[in-house]
């Protein structure tokens, strides 16, 4: 067991050593219950979570209920909810900034930490002029995202109303995985016909997953 192996207070060297990298996730978890239970019973609680649940990630999408059989303990419970927000929070990157200039590899970097832990699918539109500036940024659907749920009419629309030139297309995978799927493959060729007969081009359509993100342009499925 833990508990049997190591003592808060050399957890807590490490720390202050700014060595925090090199303790595992177990340890780490341990640190954090035991400023509230017990050392035993903190052990106890480590083995329990990691014997349920696959990696620390899992804690940010437990309900309630679930942390209240989990932790047993108030203010625990409030403490996990500040923890995973402040994680959300580090991961995200500054919002695209109107007018500038954007490149496929930073807005799918800055996608992945906007959308990449989501549990529902969203999928953003991005606005460009003709010398691809950015206008405007939209979030403009969520659910189950096929050719024949999302329509271009909501998207094309908003791009005439900013008068676009180009439109970029985001959305997240909640499995974490990007690789595209045939409903993706659909929707990009329903947006790119529907874009060559309006004269707005579709630039590219990045699908983003927990940690990585896919450019259909540069996998060349968009020319």
Same mark, same amino acid.
């Given at each position: #067991?833990?508990?049997?192996?190591?003592?808060?207070?050399?957890l807590l060297?490490q720390?202050?050593n700014y060595?925090?990298?090199?303790?595992? @996730?177990?340890?780490l978890? $341990?640190? *954090?219950?035991? $400023?509230f239970? =017990?050392?035993?019973m903190?052990?106890?609680?480590?083995?329990?979570f $990691? =014997?349920? &649940?696959?990696?620390?990630? %899992?804690?940010r &999408?437990l309900?309630?209920?679930?942390?209240? /059989?989990l932790w047993?303990?108030p203010?625990?419970?409030m /403490?996990t =909810?500040i923890?995973c927000?402040?994680?959300i929070?580090?991961?995200? *990157?500054p919002?695209? !900034?109107?007018?500038?200039?954007?490149?496929s %590899?930073?807005?799918?970097k800055?996608m992945?930490a906007?959308?990449? #832990?989501?549990q %529902?699918?969203?999928?953003?539109?991005?606005?460009l002029d003709?010398k691809?500036?950015i206008?405007?940024?939209?979030s /403009? $659907? =969520?659910? !189950?995202? @096929?050719a024949?749920?999302?329509?271009?009419r909501e998207i094309f629309?908003l791009a005439?109303r900013?008068h676009?030139a180009?439109i #970029?297309?985001?959305?997240n995978?909640?499995?974490?995985?990007?690789?595209p799927?045939?409903?993706d493959?659909k929707l !990009?060729?329903?947006l790119?016909k *529907?874009g060559e007969?309006?004269?707005?081009?579709l630039?590219d359509?990045?699908?983003?997953?927990s /940690?990585?993100?896919?450019s259909m342009?540069?996998?060349k499925?968009?020319n």
């Open positions: #067991m833990l508990t049997n192996r190591i003592e808060p207070s050399s060297k720390i202050e060595t925090a990298g090199s303790l595992s @996730d177990h340890e978890l $341990f640190l *954090c219950l035991n $400023f239970l =017990k050392k035993e903190a052990a106890k609680k480590v083995e329990l $990691f =014997k349920q &649940y696959s990696d620390l990630r %899992q804690l &999408y309900t309630e209920t679930e942390l209240a /059989v047993g303990n203010q625990l419970i /403490v =909810k923890l927000e402040l994680a929070r580090l991961r995200r *990157c919002k695209l !900034t109107l007018g500038r200039i954007y490149t %590899q930073e807005i799918g800055r992945v906007e959308l990449g #832990m989501l %529902q699918e969203t999928l953003q539109v991005i606005l003709i691809n500036q206008l405007e940024s939209r /403009v $659907f =969520k659910g !189950t995202l @096929d024949a749920t999302v329509h271009p629309s005439l900013y676009a180009h #970029m297309v985001v959305h995978h909640p499995s974490g995985d990007p690789t799927s045939q409903n493959l !990009t060729n329903r790119r *529907c007969i309006m004269g707005i081009n630039l359509h990045l699908i983003v997953g /940690v990585h993100y896919l342009r540069e996998e499925i968009i």
